[in-house]
Every structure is written in structure tokens, then in C-alpha cells.
């Protein structure tokens, strides 16, 4: 009898410490807020975002809200700075840095450009949730049926940052394609590095070659300053703009599959990804297009490109934040099937 007692307090034992040390090791995570509501689900437990009562919002059908209770429910952190009106939010070894009233947000000391900026509402300051969440490697999922954002936290994943010196050491001219023994190539436009970093982990997981358009006339950061008449308003804002670019993809002929991918402004492709469209032939080719931007999705920008091709085949474009994974890029490549 004894002996019996002892196996089961020892499988009893045995079975408290696996879920223990499981409930440790697991530090999945999945917060869900409605527009309109003061209350989020944290593990569908409920709780307040704040004690004013604050609730998400739609602003040019963004989603804003203060998230500092998410953020420290992901065990970040949050700052802020009244007299330079900048929120500063920092988890794990990656920080971002927010002003009100800009378009341009700083991951890591990196530019990225905004679609919605930060704003003080009802006397709240309101942040870009999905850039903020995607920037901290949390995967964002929105019902707008229910009106409701949903942000998962999984323990498994974790993210990569392209920084400026990686940026410097690894560019790509215009002239220049680097080589591989594919047929695919990767055609990119990024004004700060962002869609950069994507296009070479694409590059990467889909052993293609790798082209950057290089415009004749750079943008500088004045250019593409949002809150101003610059230089990427005026385009985006003419149809027949068509920026020169510099250099040509010498042997187009002999790639079967080309990625196109661009940052989005003011939801469309930059007007350089037209000119660079209009002057080749597709006709036969697989072309597959992608683009980062803060939050908002590739919706018809790749449509609208469509038309400057004959005789092309478009496959689904994807979106991707800028500070997007090597996991998660390989993944949607590899969902291709070009292999």
C-alpha cells in the first residue's frame, strides 16, 4: 500500500512540475480591444485600458488608441515627454520613438513613415497600434465585421532589424544586380531602408537576384515629409508624374518571375514604380508584388499597376511591416511554390 502511495504522489509530483515549468516557459499572449470600448480581453480576461476610460479609434481608418496598457502587458515599457510632445516605448532590445502630429516614426533609430500619425484626442495621446505591435514582433489581426483588433504575442517568434550600418554594407546600385543561378528577380523602390530589408530576405529565401531602383533625383527627408506640400505629395497627386530613374535592369529577358516591392504612400506605389513598370516588357511574366508600410495594406496600389503590363501574370501581392521577420518572409515565399 505504501508503495502504491508513493507512485502516485510521485506521478502527482511529477505531472504539478510539467505544468509548472510549462507555464513558465509559455509566454503566448493575446489581447483583443474593440473600437468604441474602454475594455480589452487579455487571455479573455477582461480588463480596463486605462483609468480615464479611454477607447480605441478610427482616424483615416487606422486604428489609434493609448497603448500603454498593451504594451506593458507585453512587458514593455512607455515614456513621455510633454514639452517635445514624443512618446518613447521600448520592449526587448527594440525601441520606438513617436512625436505627435508626425508621419515619421523611429524603430531602432530607423525612419519609417506612418500613414496615420499620433494624436492627442479627448486629451489622450493616441498611437498607430499596428505599427507599434508589428514593430514588437506581435502578429495584428483585425475583424471589421466585429470592429476588433486582436494582438498575439507568441514565444516562438522572434524578429529581425535591418539598422543603417547593415543597410550601408549590404546596398545594391542601381547598375548593379546581384547574381544568383535563378530566374526570379527582386525589384524594389525603398526611400528609407525599409522595404529594402525585405526585399533581400525575399532575395534570400527565394535564391533570386536583387535590383534596387535608384531614382535619378534622390529623395531627401524634406521630400517625403507627409505634413507638407514635399515632393511625394506632388506626385502621388499627378498622374502623369513619372520620376527618372537611374539605371536599367540590363538582362530583364531572362527572368520568368519578378517581385515588385515599394513602400506605400497615400495608398498607392510610389509614382517611381510606374515609370520603372513602363519601361520593360512583361509580356510572359510571373510578377508578384509586395510593399511595407506602418499599418496600412497593400490594398489596390499593385491593381493599379496592372494596367501598365501586357500579357503579365500578377500573383496576390502581400504586405509586410518593415521590421517584417526571416521566418515570416520565407514563409509567405515559400507559400509560393516557385521551387
Known sequence: ?????????TLIFFCMTAASVNAAESDDLTIQLKIDSPLMLVNNEEKTIDENGTSPV?????????????VEEIGGSVEWDADTKTVGLQSGDNNIKLEIDSA????????????????IIGGRTMLPIRFIAESFGLEVIWNGEEQTVTIVKKSDIQTERVTSAEAATESTTAEETTESDNNILVVYFSATNNTKGVAEKIAEAAEADIYAITPAIPYTDADIDYNTEC?????????SARPEISGTVENMEDYDTVFIGYPIWWGQAPKIMYTFMESYDFN???????????SSPIGTSA????????????LE???????????????????????
Open 303 to 314: 491593381e493599379n499597376m496592372q494596367g501598365l503590363t501586357q500579357g503579365a501574370k500578377w
Open 231 to 239: 515632393r511625394a505629395n506632388k506626385e502621388q497627386n499627378d498622374d
Open 317 to 339: 501581392g502581400r504586405r509586410f511591416s518593415g521590421g517584417a521577420s526571416a521566418d515570416e518572409v520565407r514563409g509567405w515565399v515559400n507559400s509560393l511554390g516557385l521551387k
Open 58 to 70: 478610427i482616424v483615416k481608418s487606422r486604428t489609434l488608441l493609448p497603448v500603454r496598457a498593451v
Open 104 to 119: 515619421t516614426a523611429y524603430l531602432n533609430n530607423e525612419p519609417y513613415t506612418l500613414d496615420t500619425p499620433p494624436a
Open 284 to 294: 510572359g511574366k510571373t510578377i508578384i508584388p509586395f510593399c511595407t508600410s506602418g
Open 1 to 9: 500500500m505504501k508503495k502504491i502511495l508513493l507512485v502516485i504522489f
